[in-house]
């Protein structure tokens, strides 16, 4: 049994760089979202937007919001506890979230004024 105040006996293998990667990808995330919601919300409303995919885009922009923040979060949970399994869920997340960023770079809706 340790006594109160001596140094752990294994080393710590949180990783700094991931822990700074995930806190401001979840700033530049938000900031995406927000962009891409005010851009989504304008050829709404404004230009000649084709009713049938204006309610497909709409639902990837919320499967967007809610796989990314969990994403971060089991990956910010996974580094801080130093636990493969949400490390794992996160990685794993990062499938959905390729294929909404191909989404959005290549399949989104281009509306011409």
């Known amino acids: 049994m340790q006594?109160?105040?001596?140094?752990r006996s294994r080393p710590i293998l949180t990783s700094l760089p991931l822990e700074i990667f995930l806190y401001f990808g979840g700033w530049w995330d938000f900031?995406?979202?927000?962009?891409?919601?005010?851009?989504?919300?304008?050829?709404?409303?404004t230009l000649?937007?084709?009713?049938?995919?204006?309610?497909?885009e709409f639902v990837v922009q919320w499967l967007f919001l809610l796989v990314e923040p969990t994403r971060l979060f089991l990956?910010?949970?996974?580094?801080?506890?130093?636990?493969?399994?949400?490390?794992?869920?996160?990685?794993?997340?990062?499938?959905?979230?390729?294929?909404?960023?191909?989404?959005?770079?290549?399949f989104q809706t281009y509306v011409e004024a």
Request: aromatic share 20%; net charge positive.
């Open 3 to 7: 006594a109160a105040g001596t140094a």
């Open 31 to 45: 900031f995406f979202w927000i962009l891409s919601i005010l851009i989504f919300i304008y050829k709404g409303n």
């Open 48 to 56: 000649p937007y084709p009713q049938q995919k204006f309610a497909a």
């Open 75 to 106: 990956g910010s949970k996974g580094n801080k506890t130093e636990q493969s399994g949400p490390l794992l869920f996160s990685v794993l997340l990062c499938g959905p979230m390729i294929a909404f960023f191909v989404y959005y770079l290549q």
